[in-house]
């Protein structure tokens, strides 16, 4: 008796652990399509994806993943678009060295 009464309480306690689980990771899952979103036009969406999954990993080692991730998440999409605005400038810098080149 005691066995199974055990057995019901220690379902019940997996099945809401899931369920809240469940619930925290589609909170994170939202955030994750918000950024990308808002920062999909500016960045590589595929680089910006990887970031938001290192977010999302660092953040699971959190005991309170749903508050660390906005914030891990939004640094990683700015560093992202940071870094690809750099890499323009840095191509645009390199097109007139090379022009220059094939003038001279």
Known sequence: MKRTRFIHST?????ACAGSCRQMLSQ?????LQILGEFGQFADKHLLRLALNEAEAVAL???????????????????VHEWERRQEALRQRMAVVRSAHSIQ
Do not use: G, Y
């Open 61 to 79: 080692q959190t005991e309170f993943p749903q508050l660390f991730f906005p914030t891990l998440a939004m640094e990683k999409a700015k560093s």
């Open 28 to 32: 994170l899952r939202r955030i994750k």
């Open 11 to 15: 379902r019940r306690l997996a099945h």
